[in-house]
């Protein structure tokens, strides 16, 4: 399960989402869009009007959303429950 982040340099709201995945012990791909403009359109043709852009398989969203963040990390460890419990 791919967890990835678009983002550019020196966004603050970009490091404010690294750290908080980070903090909460969730693997991640950080996706430098200065080195990626066609990926920087694509997101943009989507309607993505900020980063970062967080793509993960149960939601997707732009902007640093702490409560979101916080729900992924929810649905990942009750995924990671199951998976125990089945073993």
Wanted: charged share 20%; proline share 6%; net charge negative.
């Amino acid at each position: 399960m791919g967890i990835t982040v678009f983002a550019t340099p020196n966004c603050q709201q970009c490091a404010a989402t690294e750290r908080r995945l980070t903090e909460l012990g969730i693997d991640f791909t950080v996706i430098d869009l200065t080195r990626n403009p066609q990926t920087m359109m694509q997101l943009a043709d989507a309607g993505y009007r900020q980063v970062p852009v967080v793509v993960a398989p149960n939601a997707t969203w732009s902007g640093h959303r702490p409560d979101l963040i916080d729900d992924l990390a929810l649905h990942l460890l009750a995924r990671r429950l199951e998976e125990a419990a089945k073993e």
